[in-house]
């Protein structure tokens, strides 16, 4: 592709309505779109606008914007999704369970499209900053995007000329052989490049190219609250005495921060931290507006992610500058922005959020009271269970303090006693690691319960500690604390 | 080393008391073992019979024998253990908390000694069949003694003249390097070999060598009941279908399976099922007598684990037959065995066991009534985790049907509903893959528990579906199953 030349060759360029109405009722969609950028628009609205009884199965990288997971959700056109929303329309419908839904992690739904029995072709509706008649280059977001556009039997590309086509210098897309031929990822370093711009396809499943200069809805973050600076600044603290403790990092410091505003609250504060004159690294799955501070003010090495989940503003900033970001900056597919062999390899430490963690140590990201579906539980699985170092850093309470993050049992569990090593609380730090059961719920109470918590908490401990085995648990009264509560 | 000679140059020969006298009261001990198979005896022995007043620390590689989870726990000598036991006074102690423990994963508990808090330095305990001044072999089990090697202050090997010199010919001890630049795993085949029979070590840090021909304690497999037998059927009625359909297996069946009797039962059933022509190749732990058998039969090509957790009847089939089987058998690290990324990229197929599955997909392998230890998680996390087609096999009910294995809601979770695809019991088989919480509810009443259950399970989820949202569970009511039963 030339510079400037977005649309090369002849192609079939379609109109949205038109080519949406060609869509079987109750195809399967698989859209491109992670961290709520990247994501088609104009074929969702045109399906949303389009009056016809759809029961449509959709399939994202990850968070898409309001064209797909409000407009074609309250059109009732979906009746099933995978693997994550984050909408109030999308939300109300997989709680009702209207929309089934299936929560999955990133790094293996490309597989799972690819290879297992959740889809049969179907197809591919992928935003392009330029296309030809058997390539395309993504926007803002890499996600499942190769992946999709490799299983489906049809693709529709809109392109998106909002997009500057310098955002293609981000990208470098490598994708996994299938197994058992499956080769080890050659990538030797977070900022290193080992494949294209580009996707290629075979050029028979084109079935049109639409045009648009549609923006993405991208996530609009809160300011810092003042537990989300304590909380930067207890994290601050831990990774201060982490890279000098441990041999892991004598040279780096290779880190990935969750999505959403305290995540971004804790990317900007990393800036402050004393690492010693040791190099900072950023491996995850997003980049956020911290990110760009960092790498303007050159703490920064080098970032890699599968999407730019940046704000409007931190998208301005981005795009008017691509070539001072692209030498730092690389965008990669979803299963190797979040590979567990990827983070294990690097040694990244993760650092995430959560609804509420347990006296023991298991941790709920995504289910209010066990039972209301929140977002999902994105690529936080992929990185708590493969770092060396996995941060849980939460407040200790919500909503104004009516609520304790530090339970004495999760009614849903997404990760796992063995998933977190670390946890920082605008209290304190809880190291859990060698910590028995008991231990770990003396460490949690003392130092990252909030204080109007901690009696209730021991006292339901000390009745486990009575009677119970090595999880000191009271099963009679475990989830008394959240039926309670509702 | 030359044929037969197991101590090669001037060494440190040791009493087993003597040297255990030098042993700190509250040293750290990194004993080899896995499978209950390979662990150091005599120095545990003597340190059980010593009448010191011990407060040790011991990490093994996974299950060891009697004379340390037995014979030294009774002796009130340690306090604190990781990461599985599978011995009565092992569990009781875990269990009345005299004994902290702390349950890991395999895959990553050799990078938690070598780079984390847990432990700094200790002595390791490892047996060998052969020893040099700054190298030993393994015996029949591999496990973290190399990270243990590498990252303990002193070094006592227990030099084994049971074992034959040949078992070496099984051993494939390959390193991962540290991170950051630990470099990918250059296997691309289960039965390849890329490291080396022995493991180097620092010769200052060799402490003693001490002799022994004390046999190992290994597994008694009970027979197969009836259950075992329809699980496995149905087992491999899902194998057939999925081979033919799933382009993972045009060519071959990568498959694990869990340690014990139920696994041993299908590993010997997995002969008699159909896999038109395909081979069949073990990427596993352990090795158990099943295996051996198809081997024979010529119906396994390769089998790859960290421990040969044989019956003492099958000791004796390997050991007078080490020249037929060395060719296909590879005993790797635990790290490598068990890798994340080598699961994933040969597209293995796990078959673990559990305890309890609960409607909503999660799974406890470990602890009874969410409180008291059986043994630990294992490799089954490693596994389920990674495998492109996870299976849970299990009984319906356990207690000769007094107790469902099904259940509204597990009091304790080892792996999540992002980790298992596929459900088996002697009732049937439930494929999980992209189903809803309420469908995958509904595909286990229906497919896998025990008719004498459904009715109760039904009505469970019928009151989740009145009232609760994207996880139809009640809460209020999710724990009685299990508290009603105490």
Redesign the interface.
């Known amino acids: 592709m030339s510079g400037g030349e977005r649309l090369v060759g002849d192609l079939p360029q379609r109109d949205a309505s038109e080519i949406a109405g060609e869509i079987a009722a109750d195809e399967t969609l698989l859209v491109s779109g992670f961290g709520s950028v990247g994501y088609p628009k104009e074929v969702p609205l045109a399906l949303a606008d389009s009056n016809r009884d759809l029961s449509l199965t959709v399939i994202s990288g990850g968070s898409v914007g309001n064209e797909i997971d409000s407009e074609l959700v309250k059109a009732d056109a979906i009746d ?1 999704r ?1 693997p994550y929303q984050a909408r109030p329309p999308a939300r109300e419908a ?4 209207e929309m ?6 990133i790094s ?1 739904l490309g ?2 499209i ?6 049969d072709g179907g197809t591919a509706v992928v935003e392009a900053l330029a296309v030809g008649t058997d390539w395309l280059i993504p926007t803002t977001s890499i996600g499942q995007t190769p992946a999709f556009v490799e299983s489906a039997d049809r693709i529709i590309v809109e392109l998106n000329r909002s997009v500057p086509t310098a955002v293609r210098r981000f990208h470098d897309i490598y994708r996994l052989g ?9 990538l ?2 977070p900022g290193e490049r080992i494949g294209d711009e580009q996707i290629e396809f075979d050029a028979s499943k084109l079935a049109g190219v639409v045009e648009t200069d549609r923006r993405d809805q991208p996530y609009e973050f809160r300011d810092p609250t003042d537990d989300d600076r304590t909380i930067a600044s207890n994290l601050g603290t831990f990774l201060e005495n982490e890279v000098r ?4 990092f004598e ?2 410091l ?1 880190i990935q921060f969750g999505v959403g505003s305290l995540g971004n609250a804790l990317m900007s504060a990393l800036g402050d931290a004393d690492l010693g004159g040791r190099d900072l690294i950023y491996f995850g799955e997003v980049i956020q507006d911290g990110l760009l501070d960092l790498l303007d003010e050159e703490k920064l090495s080098a970032a890699s992610a599968t999407s730019l989940a940046l704000s409007s503003e931190g998208q301005e900033q981005l795009f008017n500058n691509v070539d001072r970001y692209a030498e730092n900056v690389v965008l990669r597919p979803g299963d190797l922005s979040n590979s ?2 990827l983070i ?4 990244v430490v993760a650092v995430n959020s959560a609804l509420e963690m347990d006296l023991f140590g ?1 941790v709920n990201s995504t ?7 929140m977002n999902g ?1 994105g690529g936080s ?1 992929d990185f708590n ?2 770092s ?1 170092v996995a941060v849980l850093a939460l407040p200790s309470t919500a909503a104004d303090g009516e609520i304790s993050r530090i339970v004495p049992m999760v ?8 998933d977190i ?1 670390v946890v920082v609380t605008e209290q304190g730090v809880a ?1 859990l ?4 059961p ?2 770990t719920a003396t460490a949690l109470i003392k130092n990252c319960a909030h204080p109007d918590y901690r009696e209730n908490l021991q006292e339901y401990l000390n009745r ?2 009575d009677s ?6 009271d ?2 009264t ?2 008394d604390w ?2 309670n509560r ?1």
Chains 1, 2 share one sequence.
């Open positions: 099933r995978y997989v709680n009702t369970r089934a839904f299936k929560d999955r992690n293996t597989d799972e690819q290879y297992s029995e959740i889809t299938k197994p058992p031929n499956r080769n080890p990822i050659p030797a370093d403790r441990s041999p892991l040279e780096s290779r567990p062999t294990n390899r690097f040694g298991h289910h209010l009271n066990g039972t209301r579906m539980i699985a269970r493969h060396p009614p849903h569990v997404d990760h796992t006693e063995h090593e190291d690691r060698g910590k028995s008991e231990e486990g500690l119970a085995g090595h999880v000191p648990h099963i009679e475990a989830l959240h039926v509702t």
